[in-house]
Nanobody, 125 residues
Framework: QLRLVESGGGLVQAGGSLRLSCAASGRTFSSYTMAWFRQAPGRERDFVGAVLWNSDHAYYADSVKGRFTISRDNAKNTVYLQMNSLKPEDTAVYYC??????????????????WGQGTQVTVSS
């Protein structure tokens, strides 16, 4: 079992930065693949980034590559999403997700068993 709570969302101007955090409860957090997804109104939930349990590998959607960085601190049971050079099209609810059994399909929401409640990110132009 993994309980996830996101924080750090808000309103920012285009070109600005935000850092999202996802605090996890659960003794086996360090064994989970962790990811961030986002969902804008009227759209499907889209993959943003994922990091494997040991932080050796991180993956990103093309739309955020070079601007966003996902990281994790297993000692603090927390995963982060540093978002720089934000654009209005980054506006969405951002969700943290955990996958206990990594299959390689880190980009699919259906692979993740645990989800946070989401945090709103709004980027104004």
């Amino acid at each position: 079992q993994l309980r996830l709570v996101e924080s750090g969302g808000g309103l920012v101007q285009a070109g600005g930065s935000l850092r999202l955090s996802c605090a996890a409860s659960g003794r086996t957090f360090s064994s989970y693949t962790m990811a961030w997804f986002r969902q804008a109104p009227g759209r499907e939930r889209d993959f943003v980034g994922a990091v494997l349990w040991n932080s050796d590998h991180a993956y990103y959607a093309d739309s955020v590559k070079g601007r966003f960085t996902i990281s994790r601190d297993n000692a603090k049971n927390t995963v982060y999403l540093q978002m720089n050079s934000l654009k209005p099209e980054d506006t969405a609810v951002y969700y943290c997700a955990g996958d206990q059994y990594y299959s390689g399909r880190y980009y699919l929401p259906t692979e993740y068993d645990y989800w946070g409640q989401g945090t709103q990110v709004t980027v104004s132009s």
